[in-house]
């Protein structure tokens, strides 16, 4: 009997030494691009907290890629454990430049998303290949005090040039509720690449009128991904569209 009991506290021990000893499941940062805000994610943030992950969805200022980085690197450095960072659109150039200096930054998700090299800017990125229809859908430039101008879509343009694949309803207060982005953020130069030196996920749509699809091909070539996966007519709210999908992904990422 004292053999069974001893036993059967070893094996007990030898389990809940298991428990403790399972891998940390990283912290998903989620920084969201121009024209969108921190709603974009939630059908992914949903999926992604059944599936046992905390998520932080970062409210991006959208003013400068610097200013963008500096705070997106402060949240991640306040998260104590693994983080995966995951950026749409120009929220890809601040997670390649806010990652740096961070050893708890395990990989990088780009969901139709600017993945530029040292010294290139979101709009130069846009431009380098033809599909892109941005230019056309902006709405008249707001003029800030400091001399600079902030961007937004077209309201009446939003759904088509941005959000084809999302209810109309949906898209409908998507083009209400949009952030602007500064002209200046777009034309800013990205630091040296965090992509160089961490794994690099990678998912767009193939209809995608922000950043061509070739565009984000070619970025996802450059930076080695790991995985690329394309959706079938897909819009530039690939994360909004398919929240599975980018999930889906994500979850390889933070594997």
């Avoid at 890629?65 to 995966?84: C, M």
């Avoid at 902006?138 to 759904?159: E, H, S």
């Amino acid at each position: 009997m004292l053999k069974l009991a001893a036993t059967v506290a070893i094996a007990t021990a030898i389990l809940s030494g298991a428990a403790i000893a399972q891998p940390v499941k990283p912290t998903i940062i989620l920084v969201h691009g121009a024209f969108a805000d921190s709603s974009s994610w939630n059908g992914v943030i949903t999926h992604l907290q059944k599936e046992g992950y905390k998520a932080v969805a970062v409210a991006n200022p959208l003013r400068s890629v610097a200013n963008d980085a500096r705070l997106v690197s402060d949240v991640v450095g306040n998260i104590k454990g693994p983080v995966v960072l995951v950026g749409h659109s120009y929220g890809g150039q601040v997670i390649t430049n806010a990652a740096k200096g961070h050893d708890n930054v395990k990989s990088l998700v780009y969901v139709a998303a600017f993945a530029p090299d040292a010294g290139e800017a979101a709009a130069e990125l846009a431009g380098k290949f033809p599909g892109g229809t941005l230019g056309d859908a902006l709405a008249a430039p707001v003029k800030l005090t400091d001399g600079g101008v902030d961007l937004y879509i077209d309201q009446t343009k939003f759904r088509a040039q941005f959000a084809h694949d999302v209810p109309s309803e949906v898209s409908a207060l998507m083009a209400v509720g949009q952030r602007p982005i500064t002209e200046a953020a777009l034309t800013d130069k990205s630091g040296e690449p965090a992509w160089k030196t961490l794994p690099s996920y990678f998912v767009y749509g193939d209809s995608d009128k922000n950043i061509p699809a070739k565009a984000l091909g070619f970025m996802a070539e450059r930076a080695g991904s790991k995985r690329t996966v394309v959706v079938e007519g897909a819009s530039h709210v690939v994360m909004v569209s398919h929240p599975k999908v980018v999930t889906y992904l994500i979850e390889e990422a933070a594997k």
